[in-house]
Structure formats: C-alpha cells, structure tokens
C-alpha cells in the first residue's frame, strides 16, 4: 500500500522556521522525482519545491528561493522541506507528491500557519 506521510506543520510567528518531513512506504522510493505543493485558502495548489530521484536536481518557486530547502533522504524514504524566514503569505496546506512516468502518488498535507 502506497502511503506519504506529512509532518512537521504547526503554528509559528513571522519569521520563524519549519521542517516538514514526508515519509513514504510501499514504492520505490529513490526512483520517484519528489515535490512539495501547497494550497492556500480560496486558491489553487501550487508548486513550491521538486527534487530529483538522486536528489541532484532541484528546482524552486521564484518566490521560495532562499528561503526554503528541499532535500531527501533515500536511505530513509524520506523528503524533507526547510523553510526559513516564514511570512503570512506561506500559510497553507502543504502536500508532497511522487511521480515517476504515470504514477503519481499524494500526501494528505500538513497545515502551516504563519501569524503573529
């Protein structure tokens, strides 16, 4: 059974940081392309962060750059996101996502709010 599992939300003042972690179980791992989305309320999901399956490659959202690290960690079927320097605009939903050729697989999303 395919799972991806999101940690790590929560509440944090502006400025803060975070580390969200997305544990996967029932696929290989290693082989998927690994991304993070989110979704804010009233808007479409959108692209934050994506990593290769070796993990050289990775691309960010202009507006992250900077500010948050994607990374992975095969060995424990693992992606995490850093995100330092949170402003209330990143408030939202988060999700991580697995793709290799036709598959695809979701998270169930970790909230993070980001408010004083």
């Known amino acids: 059974q395919v799972q991806l599992v999101e940690s790590g939300g929560g509440l944090v003042q502006p400025g803060g940081s975070l580390r969200l972690s997305c544990a996967a179980s029932g696929f290989t791992f290693s082989t998927y392309t690994m991304t993070w989305y989110r979704q804010a309320p009233g808007k479409e999901r959108e692209l934050v962060a994506r990593?290769?399956?070796?993990?050289?490659?990775?691309n960010y959202v202009d507006a992250m750059k900077g500010r948050f690290t994607i990374s992975r960690d095969n060995a424990k079927n693992t992606l995490y996101l850093q995100m330092n320097s949170l402003k209330p605009e990143d408030t939202a939903v988060y999700y991580c996502?697995?793709?290799?050729?036709?598959?695809?697989?979701w998270g169930q999303g970790t909230q993070v709010t980001v408010s004083s």
């Open positions: 990593i290769a399956s070796s993990g050289v490659i990775r």
């Open positions: 996502n697995a793709r290799m050729a036709l598959k695809e697989y």
